[in-house]
C-alpha cells in the first residue's frame, strides 16, 4: 500500500481566490490522479498528474482552472483557481502502486467550501 | 446509460446481518475491480481487489465477480455499526489507462 497525505485537509475560501493542495507519497509511485467529489456524489477523475510533463485532464476539466503539477515521482500539487461556490467539494488524491497491480489509493482528501 | 450502474440505497439493516451491495456494468472490456469504503468527509479505504471472475474472501469481507452477467458484489458477513459508509465500486482496465470508473455508492447503515 502507499501512505498518502494531502494538506489542507479542509478549507473556506472566498469566491474568486485560488487554493494549492498538495500530495505526499510516502514511497515513488508510477501514476497519481486527482480526483474530485461533489457532495452526495461520486468521485470524478480531474485528471492524471504526469512526472516532469503537463498533465492529462479529462473531459469537462481544463487547465487554467485546475493547473496541475508533478515535479518528482512521490509529490503534486493542484490548484483550483478563480474558485466559485460550485468549486465547494472532496478534492482526492490517489495513486497507483506498480508493485500491486492495479491497486489505487487514496488520500484523505481536501474538503473545500467556496463562500 | 452509465458505465456503472450502483443502487445509491440507502440500505439499512440490523447488526449481524448479512449485507449484500451489487453493481452492473456494461463495457466487458474492464478487468479489475475494487470495492472502496467510505466514511463520511474521508477519503475511499480500498476494501478488496479482483482480477476478472471468481471470488475472494477478506475477514468478513467477500468480493465476487462475475464477468459473464457483468455483475459484481460485495458481501458483509456478520455486519456492524461501524460498517456504516458508503460503499463504491470501482472498475478499469487496460482500455481505460488505469482510470477509475467508479458506481455512485450504496449508503449502508448497520443499526445496533
Known amino acids: 500500500s502507499a501512505v498518502i497525505s494531502q494538506k489542507p485537509s479542509r478549507d473556506i475560501c472566498q469566491r474568486g481566490t485560488s487554493l494549492t493542495i498538495q500530495c505526499q507519497v510516502d514511497s515513488q509511485v508510477t501514476m497519481m490522479f486527482w480526483y474530485r467529489q461533489q457532495p452526495g456524489q461520486s468521485l470524478t477523475l480531474i485528471a492524471t498528474a504526469n512526472q516532469g510533463s503537463e498533465a492529462t485532464y479529462e473531459s469537462g476539466f481544463v487547465i487554467d482552472k485546475f493547473p496541475i503539477s508533478r515535479p518528482n515521482l512521490t509529490f503534486s500539487t493542484l490548484t483550483v483557481s478563480n474558485m466559485s461556490p460550485e468549486d465547494s467539494s472532496i478534492y482526492l488524491c490517489?495513486?497507483?502502486?506498480?508493485?500491486?497491480?492495479?491497486?489505487?489509493?487514496f488520500g484523505e482528501g481536501s474538503w473545500l467550501t467556496v463562500v | 446509460q452509465k458505465e456503472v450502474e450502483q443502487d445509491p440505497g440507502p440500505l439499512s439493516v440490523p447488526e449481524g446481518a448479512i449485507v449484500s451491495l451489487n453493481c452492473t456494468y456494461s463495457n466487458s472490456a474492464f478487468q479489475y475491480f475494487m470495492w472502496y469504503r467510505q466514511y463520511s468527509r474521508k477519503g475511499p479505504e480500498l476494501l478488496m481487489y479482483t482480477y476478472s471472475s471468481g471470488n475472494k474472501e477478506d475477514g468478513r469481507f467477500t468480493a465476487q465477480v462475475d464477468k459473464s452477467s457483468k455483475y459484481i458484489s460485495l458481501f458483509i458477513r456478520d455486519s456492524q455499526p461501524s460498517d456504516s459508509a458508503t460503499y463504491l465500486c470501482?472498475?478499469?482496465?487496460?482500455?481505460?489507462?488505469?482510470?477509475?470508473?467508479f458506481g455512485a455508492g450504496t449508503i449502508l447503515r448497520v443499526k445496533s
Open positions: 470501482a472498475m478499469t482496465g487496460m482500455e481505460y489507462g488505469n482510470k477509475l470508473v
Open positions: 490517489s495513486v497507483r502502486v506498480s508493485l500491486s497491480g492495479n491497486t489505487i489509493y
